[in-house]
């Protein structure tokens, strides 16, 4: 079992940043891929980012890279996602899940949510 809780979010102007923090707990969290999710109001949960806990493999959306980093600390159990150049498409409650590796993000846990909303 994973319990993941998330923090960070907020309303911001568009062009700031946001940093997004995940704390994750459960005895098997280390073996679990870590990554970020957002839902738009109408729209579909999409993936954002990802990271592996044992080494420092990330991957990314097309709409994420360049402008937001994910990072993880093994010795606080945390990841978080740094936003910059946020933009309004970015508005989204945006989730922290944890996979088993190759667990294709089918049942992963999730987070609660947190909201971030970005105007213009």
């Known amino acids: 079992q994973v319990q993941l809780v998330e923090s960070g979010g907020g309303l911001v102007q568009a062009g700031a940043s946001l940093r997004l923090s995940c704390a994750a707990s459960?005895?098997?969290?280390?073996?679990?891929?870590m990554g970020w999710f957002r839902q738009a109001p109408g729209k579909e949960r999409e993936f954002v980012a990802a990271?592996?806990?044992?080494?420092?493999?990330?991957r990314y959306a097309d709409s994420a890279k360049d402008r937001f980093t994910i990072s993880r600390d093994n010795a606080k159990r945390t990841v978080s996602l740094q936003m910059n150049n946020l933009k309004p498409e970015d508005t989204a409650v945006y989730y922290c899940a944890a996979d088993l590796p190759g667990g294709r993000w089918l049942r992963p846990y999730w987070g609660q949510g947190t909201q971030v909303t970005v105007s213009s």
């Open positions: 990271i592996t806990w044992s080494g420092d493999n990330t």
């Open positions: 459960g005895r098997t969290v280390s073996r679990h891929v």
